[in-house]
């Protein structure tokens, strides 16, 4: 039986974080996939030393395991067009077959797969809930030219911003502000709770 302070509010994942691991990103491989198969590069990072080669729609990833062995694996790329112009690449897991941006090497799965093969998750899922809320009530601010400081009032419209966009992120930010206060009521009735039932059997 939790005590005072007991509840999800804080509760953390027991799932590991995506920062913890080597990443394999697309946007470090991109630039060599781009010039053609044949091309070979090295990535250092978490204690590893990756080696990648270009081929026609893949890659090769060669690599020390925590055993001592050499792992080589290859992983397929798809390069897709983007809707103004251009293209992007994208890695496809060897697990799932879907498409992701970063693939990941895990100690006890040395082959990399996507985040959610490897059941990993981001540090802001982490976060409680109030947390992300004003995060994005950060960001609002910012683009609405004022400080992070949620206690001072909405700024003026910047100049060249039209009416109607200063509009919308105003609003915006009052509903941010709102579910993160609503947040914080409903933490607090938890809370109160806890101490009503520790106080009554204590």
Same mark, same amino acid.
């Given at each position: $039986?939790g005590?005072?302070g007991?509840?999800?509010?804080?509760r953390q994942?027991?799932?590991?974080?995506?920062?913890?691991?080597?990443?394999?990103?697309?946007r470090?491989?991109?630039?060599? *996939?781009?010039?053609?198969? @044949?091309?070979y590069?090295?990535?250092?990072?978490?204690?590893?030393?990756? @080696?990648?080669?270009?081929?026609?729609?893949?890659i090769?990833?060669? !690599?020390?395991?925590?055993?001592?062995?050499?792992?080589?694996?290859?992983?397929s790329?798809?390069?897709?067009p983007?809707?103004?112009?251009?293209?992007?690449?994208?890695?496809?897991?060897?697990?799932?077959?879907?498409?992701?941006?970063?693939?990941?090497?895990?100690?006890?799965?040395?082959?990399?797969?996507?985040?959610?093969?490897?059941n *990993?998750?981001?540090?802001?899922?982490?976060?409680?809930?109030?947390?992300?809320?004003?995060?994005?009530? !950060?960001?609002?601010r910012?683009?609405?030219?004022?400080?992070t400081?949620?206690?001072?009032?909405?700024?003026?419209?910047?100049r060249? $911003?039209?009416?109607?966009?200063y509009?919308?992120?105003?609003?915006?930010?009052?509903e941010?502000?709102a579910? $993160?206060?609503?947040?914080?009521? !409903?933490?607090?009735?938890?809370?109160m709770?806890?101490?009503?039932?520790?106080?009554? !059997?204590?």
């Amino acid at each position: $039986m939790g005590g005072f302070g007991s509840g999800c509010w804080e509760r953390q994942t027991r799932k590991p974080l995506t920062e913890e691991f080597f990443a394999l990103s697309i946007r470090d491989t991109a630039p060599f *996939l781009r010039r053609g198969r @044949g091309q070979y590069f090295l990535l250092r990072g978490k204690g590893l030393t990756v @080696g990648v080669v270009t081929f026609t729609g893949a890659i090769s990833i060669s !690599h020390q395991a925590k055993d001592g062995q050499i792992k080589t694996q290859n992983v397929s790329i798809v390069q897709v067009p983007c809707r103004f112009g251009g293209s992007r690449f994208w890695f496809v897991c060897p697990t799932c077959l879907r498409r992701y941006e970063s693939l990941y090497s895990c100690q006890d799965v040395p082959l990399f797969r996507c985040r959610v093969c490897h059941n *990993l998750v981001y540090p802001v899922q982490r976060e409680p809930e109030r947390l992300t809320l004003l995060r994005a009530a !950060h960001k609002v601010r910012s683009r609405l030219g004022g400080d992070t400081e949620m206690e001072t009032p909405i700024p003026s419209k910047p100049r060249g $911003m039209h009416q109607s966009t200063y509009s919308c992120l105003s609003l915006k930010e009052h509903e941010l502000l709102a579910k $993160m206060w609503d947040a914080d009521w !409903h933490w607090l009735e938890k809370q109160m709770n806890s101490l009503r039932r520790l106080i009554a !059997h204590p």
